[in-house]
């Protein structure tokens, strides 16, 4: 910076010179003529003044034509500076200097690193009883609406491990009175049966949302009680537990990547099943109690397939 004051101070001060001196020249030049054309006298010795008005007015003619150079160059730049096009920015290669080139690119470059640190990312964003966008393969699942529609699983995993009307569920029955009925036939462990109608009826009746830890620790239960009633999560070897050693420790629980998988398929198909739904009323005009049964079937299909088998 200092640097480039100094020659601009140079370079002002030699144009100025320069001005100066011309303008010395020219006035010394303008006298001397003018006392020669005066001392010019006739054979008479009269003066002549023929030669001073000659001076004269080629002085004046002269100083009309710088001035009219200087404005006319005035009035150019300025044209010029206007006819430039606003959108365009001279600060190219071409444009300017090698020196001011290189510190406005650092310059872009600083901004460019700011504005990508600025932006927002999407793990910032949670909202309470959404999965978290960008983290998780729970993004968009409301986790209300996914733990509502898990007595659907139970009931089908009911149906296919004993296949029996014995274990259906009636219409009038709550799902705790349905729970508790599977614990009094020894189907579910009862521990685990409470802990599940707990969560299921904060998700059901509660104003408040479900937060994530909340959500697998249900599903922690749901996948339990699959476990329990014959069903076994995918990669594990272990053979069905009794009805009696399930609930007494940590034996009776799967690992936490199984209960992961059957979070991600329940939560997944919650809110695809929401829209299947919504198809089938328009298109297919289905009963309630088709569209329901259609609704199990799609969703135990899926769920077995991504992350909960039979172990036959």
Request: charged letters at 25%; aromatic letters at 8%.
């Amino acid at each position: 910076m200092h640097s480039i004051r100094l020659s601009h101070c140079i370079y002002r001060g030699s144009l100025f010179f320069l001005i100066l001196l011309t303008a010395a020249a020219v006035a010394l030049s303008a006298a001397d003529v003018i006392i020669q054309a005066l001392a010019d006298q006739t054979e008479s010795g009269a003066h002549d003044y023929r030669n001073l008005i000659v001076v004269v007015v080629s002085y004046v003619v002269l100083a009309m034509f710088a001035l009219s150079f200087s404005c006319s160059r005035v009035l150019t730049v300025r044209a010029a500076l206007q006819d430039i096009p606003k959108s365009y920015i001279p600060i190219t290669k071409e444009d300017l200097p090698k020196k001011v080139y290189d510190c406005i690119q650092r310059d872009f470059d600083r901004v460019r690193d700011v504005r990508e640190h600025i932006a927002p990312r999407q793990e910032d964003f949670n909202h309470v009883g959404w999965g978290q966008p960008g983290v998780s393969n729970l993004e968009g699942v409301n986790f209300k609406s996914a733990i509502v529609r898990t007595p659907l699983i139970i009931e089908q995993v009911v149906a296919n491990v004993h296949g029996s009307t014995v274990y259906a569920r009636f219409k009038k029955y709550s799902l705790r009175q349905y729970i508790e009925g599977l614990i009094h036939l020894g189907l579910i462990d009862e521990q685990l049966g409470r802990g599940y109608i707990a969560g299921y009826e904060q998700a059901r009746f509660s104003r408040a949302p479900i937060s994530e830890e909340r959500y697998f620790d249900i599903m922690k239960h749901l996948a339990a009680i699959l476990r329990h009633m014959g069903y076994r999560l995918q990669g594990s070897e272990s053979e069905r537990p009794s009805s009696r050693g399930v609930g007494g420790g940590d034996q009776g629980y799967p690992r936490d990547d199984d209960v992961a998988s059957l979070a991600q398929s329940v939560g997944t198909l919650a809110s695809r099943s929401t829209s299947i739904s919504h198809r089938l009323r328009s298109t297919a005009r289905i009963d309630e109690a088709e569209e329901e049964n259609h609704l199990q079937q799609f969703v135990m299909g899926k769920l077995m397939m991504d992350g909960v088998r039979p172990p036959f």
